[in-house]
Nanobody, 128 residues
Framework: QVQLVETGGGSVQAGGSLRLSCEASGRTLSTFSINGMGWFRQAPGKEREFVAGITMSRGNTYYAEFVKGRFTISRDDAKNTVYLQMNKLKPEDTAIYYC??????????????????WGQGTQVTVSS
């Protein structure tokens, strides 16, 4: 089973940046037949929402509208890690951020229900 560990969360002022990391422990993601990775977030009292995704085969990326131009998802296969670079952070970005792994072959998957593995989450707090 894939174990995903997120790191890099913290507190930052509006306009600042953070980089989140999601490392898959043990074997490589390809060994687990992982074909896509995603970042989601959940703010208090709100449902979990899609932030960004990346396909493992071609590295295609896709984003929620509210983060386009500010966040960038990337991966480092040698480190078995997926990143989320977050720039120009806003107070409304405050949430717990989760990474997730999808075994199915898809070009686009913003649905939390269709991901197979999840990390424990990392808190991001943006103050005004």
């Amino acid at each position: 089973q894939v174990q995903l560990v997120e790191t890099g969360g913290g507190s930052v002022q509006a306009g600042g940046s953070l980089r989140l990391s999601c490392e898959a422990s043990g074997r490589t993601l390809s060994t687990f037949s992982i074909n896509g990775m995603g970042w989601f977030r959940q703010a208090p009292g709100k449902e979990r929402e899609f932030v960004a995704g990346i396909t493992m085969s071609r590295g295609n990326t896709y984003y929620a509208e509210f983060v386009k131009g500010r966040f960038t998802i990337s991966r480092d296969d040698a480190k078995n890690t997926v990143y989320l670079q977050m720039n120009k952070l806003k107070p409304e970005d405050t949430a717990i951020y989760y990474c997730a792994a999808d075994k199915a072959i898809r070009n686009y998957n913003p649905s939390a229900y269709e991901y197979d593995y999840w990390g424990q989450g990392t808190q991001v707090t943006v103050s005004s």
